[in-house]
């Protein structure tokens, strides 16, 4: 009796488990791989949610089995060169680090495509300030009119000069921005303001455009910020993008000695994965080569994510539910239905 009892139970749940693929179209062999796919949770929030939205499109859309193994940029791409991790979905072209280039040069490692190919760094002022008719300063267009309009920015602690508010202190952009500071010869104008943390450069951000104020700042996107504000911010005009002199004011350690800086780059972020693996897995690869989003797109989803309180699985869902028109194209109409269903 026992023994029978136990059989109807593996029935019970083999019939389960074959009724719910047979409902979700999907077949434990749709996965282009048997084992679990890793992704690799790199700590920012676009990777974050770029990772939630194809962890659903793989295991919705392709029954696969995934997960995330967390960590920072350079343990995860020696793991993914490994195969401990077997995706990447944002690998930023400018700041890639020697391991990655490594990892391509011994075959272990492969850019499968772009997933968004205009992330942007810059130095912001309020639209209110430089466009309209009670714009403050309508001749304020680039960072060379900065010192006739010091006053503006005034800073509270040196009121003799503006306040530039940098890049989070210790961060590459906040030295990469002292140094454009010297060479645009801003510092007898400007005192170098460099935030302990992100939520207090975004604090003050806020807290200025809120109130309609004045405010210089440093920012990057896509990010969250970027998509509350952006169609209240306008990015200041710098000498355009030099690759040559942009290398050599990178690699100047010692601000005082650089004369010449040029816009940041224009970044296009790739998406990485195991070459091993990806190579055996056509229709993943596939997939991601046909992935692609926009700067716009993703700060917009970050915004949501952040006024929501969303996880990103959350944010993921809302995306795939709401802009078919973005992600549709990049799989077949089955496994895209397999998505839409799942939702």
Known sequence: MAVARGVG?????????????VLHGVSAEACDVTHKVMFAGLDWDSNAFHTAVAR???????????????????PLHNGLARGDVHIMMEVWGSNTPPSWDAGVAAGRLVALGVNFPDAVQGWFV?????????????DLV???????????????EEP???RFLNCIAGWQCEVTNTKKLHAYGLLEHFTNFRPGTGAALDAAILS????????????WGPTWLLGQIGE?????EEPPHDPDAWQALIQESDPRRVRRATAYPVVAVSIGAHKPFIDRAPTIRAFLQRYRTSAKVVSEALARMREKRASPDDAARHFLETRPDVWQDWVPP??????????
């Open 208 to 219: 200025a455009i809120k109130r309609g104020r004045p405010v210089l700042f440093y920012y």
């Open 9 to 21: 139970r593996f029935l019970t749940r083999s019939l389960g488990a074959m009724l719910l693929a």
């Open 334 to 343: 089955e496994i895209a239905q397999r998505v839409r269903a799942s939702l």
């Open 56 to 74: 659903r499109i793989l295991r919705d859309g392709m029954g696969c089995a995934v997960d995330v193994l967390p960590g920072a940029t350079i």
């Open 142 to 156: 680039s960072v060379t009119d900065l010192p006739r309009h010091k006053a503006l920015f005034r800073d509270p």
């Open 126 to 138: 309020p639209k209110y300030l430089v466009r309209g008719d009670r714009a403050a300063a309508p």
């Open 160 to 162: 003799g000069k503006g």
């Open 232 to 236: 209240a911010v306008v990015m200041l």
